[in-house]
């Protein structure tokens, strides 16, 4: 029998970058769940391929585009899904983009590419529902972190600092809302085997790399980070907020010496 303390059921949610990833699975894992999930994503046939091939079982998938970088293009989102719903029950900000070089090679125009995305767009995005979560009294709010915000990676400088912005923005939204109701939290991915970084994790060195740093021996799946989901979403987690949650197969437990045992 399942547990309604971790039931999602019946939910409004909205899962930014929705489209492919993480945030395709967290999508997948709440409307299979039978929630109402509200997925975007900036490129339109990429969005209604991946809203036709979740198969919800009791659910409903609407995909709608979103370029989440445009806070009035978020703001209008917000509005259209609380105006066809009701109200939303939970947000997932998951889009973001990220760019490998050296630091001294950024430019402004890659600079604003990545932040815009992946802080401006995520906080804005968070004002929008969180408005509508205030007056409703309730709400979760679910930022999909980094592990670059325990120890950054070199070569993705940007992307880890606006990662590590978005670390705060979660404390300080929880401070914030916590007494109108709002929890907000944030799920921070290991090492993942994602589309994006397919390539990466192929190379030899980087795979032996990644294996020695990860205490379960494996690298993370999107499907790993639906659990996380659904716990934050639940009133299992009713008492949690502000928290920065880790699923990466142990690798931020601490640093891995080249000893043989």
């Not at 939910?11 to 395709?24: D, F, H, P, Y």
């Not at 120890?151 to 600092?161: F, H, I, S, T, W």
């Amino acid at each position: 029998m399942a547990d309604e303390l971790f039931s999602v059921r019946g939910q409004i949610v909205l899962v930014s970058g929705a489209s492919r990833g993480i945030g395709r699975a967290i999508a997948a894992g709440f409307a299979e769940r039978g929630a109402s999930v509200v997925i975007t994503g900036r490129e339109s046939e990429t969005l209604m391929r991946t809203a036709g091939e979740i198969c919800p079982d009791g659910g409903t998938v609407v995909p709608k585009v979103c370029d989440v970088a445009d806070a009035s293009a978020g703001q209008a989102l917000v509005d259209e899904i609380v105006g066809e719903f009701g109200r939303i029950d939970t947000l997932v900000n998951c889009a973001g983009v990220n760019r490998r070089m050296k630091v001294e090679d950024y430019t402004e125009e890659v600079y604003d590419f990545i932040t815009n995305i992946n802080i401006r767009g995520a906080f804005f995005l968070a004002l929008a529902a969180g408005r509508h979560m205030i007056r409703a009294g309730r709400g979760s709010q679910i930022n999909i972190d980094s592990l670059n915000t325990h120890r950054p990676l070199n070569r993705v400088a940007v992307y880890a600092m606006a990662k590590a912005a978005m670390s705060q923005m979660t404390r300080c939204l929880a401070m914030e809302w916590g007494p109108d109701g709002v929890r907000v939290n944030a799920i921070a991915p290991g090492f993942t085997l994602t589309e994006l970084a397919r390539q990466v994790w192929q190379q030899p060195q980087m795979h032996a790399w990644r294996q020695n740093n990860t205490p379960l021996g494996r690298i993370g799946q999107p499907d790993d980070m639906v659990g996380a989901a659904i716990f934050l979403a639940s009133e299992a987690s009713s008492y949690v907020t502000g928290q920065i949650l880790y699923v990466d197969g142990g690798t931020s437990c601490g640093l891995f010496w080249p000893l043989e045992a």
